[in-house]
């Protein structure tokens, strides 16, 4: 069935940016935000390499993977145009939309704590107009009518996700017909784009603090909990877990742009991994208190674990959005760590030799298939990392126990390849996938 779209011409794009302009003008949205970009390949313009420009924004999917990461329910759809739009008043700043949507189409302001994106000029269609940027396009480059609809769209600077976005491609194959020639010919030396060209990633452990610790101390939490199935509680290991759940609820909110709309994160437990993890990390937290302080009951206790141990699977299943090193579990894994702290904490050797052994082995596979630059991030943090793992490794083998100076240099340990863990999540968009199709 066709629908109504966008339809972009690679050959007759260049790259001019009136549609950006329009779309500034049309919604009132203030430089640096903007909800549609023109993104080049080969932005620098290395000689004899050829180069093409991609007018995009919000495609407006039929599967729009941004409505289905949303925990708080800010994306509907317009029945009537098709329009996926955001609503900034149920919008509490989470920015998981961000990372889930391979367009880039949601974009964070951090002047309003909340996420903005490209409408479709939804007003303007109900009147009968086309979009502001497709009327402004003065080489008609961007045009919008009927298109029929397809899975997924191959094309330069396309995700192949099945998200069904309403675009047409024009001219799609011209990054195979472009000529690329030899620079050296010219007496320069020949360079790699990808060497010259770096894409900065939507994530980092510097922007993500709150989340680092969040579910750093989850982990702990989960691991440590566990521990009462085989030693009873201290009253000074219940006061120090419910300061941890308070310091892990605290953090959470901390990650908001709008920290007052956190009610709102339990809103999509049907589609949203966020929302279940929300909703798991009360579940978890409430009925392990109320196992430590008020029912001492083993079905309490098994019930509070079991919710630990599937908050733990959520938070893991959150970062399923971005893209992956390899298809082999990351060493920082939540659940790898929360067995780690288990059998530390109860001085069992064996299991701990096997989960620290596993997680040395997962951390060398994922540093030697990076291509990261070589600095501080790759040379200093992977020697502390590991060190301060082999060291209590080594004790435990040959006395045969960890001592509170190794469970020390463990969770430290375990907090950097938290934190590596962050830094080595890229989230898919069209710059990334057209430096990717550039070389």
């Not at 794009?13 to 549609?36: S, T």
């Not at 199935?229 to 990650?255: N, Q």
Request: proline share 5%; with cysteine; net charge positive.
């Amino acid at each position: 069935m066709a629908v109504k779209g966008f339809i972009f011409d690679y050959v007759k794009c260049i790259g001019c940016h009136a549609c950006m302009v329009a779309c500034h003008n049309e919604n009132g949205v203030e430089p640096p935000m903007a909800w549609r970009q023109v993104q080049t390949a080969n932005k620098i313009k290395i000689p004899l390499s050829g180069f093409i420009n991609l007018s995009i924004a919000c495609n407006h999917c039929e599967n729009p993977v941004c409505l289905a990461a949303c925990p708080a329910k800010a994306y509907t759809i317009d029945t009537t145009t098709g329009a996926v739009i955001h609503h900034s008043d149920r919008c509490m700043g989470c920015r998981y939309c961000t990372w889930a949507c391979p367009f880039d189409a949601p974009k964070f302001n951090p002047l309003k704590g909340v996420v903005e994106k490209c409408s479709l000029c939804n007003n303007r269609l109900l009147e009968g107009l086309d979009p502001a940027c497709v009327e402004a396009c003065p080489v008609g480059a961007l045009s919008f009518g009927e298109i029929d609809v397809k899975e997924s769209v191959l094309a330069p600077g396309f995700s192949e996700k099945k998200l069904r976005p309403k675009v047409l491609p024009l001219n799609s194959t011209i990054l195979e017909k472009y000529p690329i020639q030899d620079i050296s010919a010219t007496g320069f030396e020949q360079h790699n784009d990808k060497e010259i060209i770096s894409v900065k990633s939507k994530i980092s452990a510097k922007n993500e603090i709150p989340l680092v610790f969040f579910t750093f101390i989850l982990a702990i939490s989960v691991g440590w909990f566990g521990t009462t199935l085989f030693e009873k509680a201290t009253l000074t290991f219940k006061y120090i877990f419910v300061l941890l759940g308070f310091m892990a609820f605290v953090a959470s909110t901390f990650h908001l742009g709008k920290p007052f709309r956190a009610y709102r994160s339990i809103l999509n437990i049907k589609k949203s991994w966020l929302s279940r993890e929300i909703l798991l990390f009360g579940i978890f937290e409430v009925s392990s208190i109320l196992y430590l302080f008020v029912l001492n009951e083993i079905w309490l206790q098994t019930f509070a674990l079991l919710s630990g141990l599937f908050l733990l699977f959520a938070v893991d299943m959150i970062y399923s959005v971005t893209l992956k090193i390899s298809n082999i579990p990351h060493s920082s894994s939540t659940l790898l760590t929360a067995i780690l702290v288990f059998s530390m904490l109860l001085n069992y050797i064996d299991l701990f030799l096997i989960i620290a052994s596993a997680k040395l082995m997962l951390y060398f596979i994922r540093y030697f298939k990076s291509n990261k630059q070589i600095g501080f991030k790759f040379i200093v943090l992977p020697f502390m990392r590991t060190l301060l793992l082999l060291l209590p490794l080594a004790s435990a083998i040959v006395l045969r126990e960890i001592k509170l100076s190794g469970i020390i240099m463990i969770l430290t340990a375990e907090l950097i390849d938290r934190i590596e863990f962050y830094n080595d999540l890229v989230v898919e968009t069209p710059e990334t996938i057209l430096n990717q199709n550039k070389v």
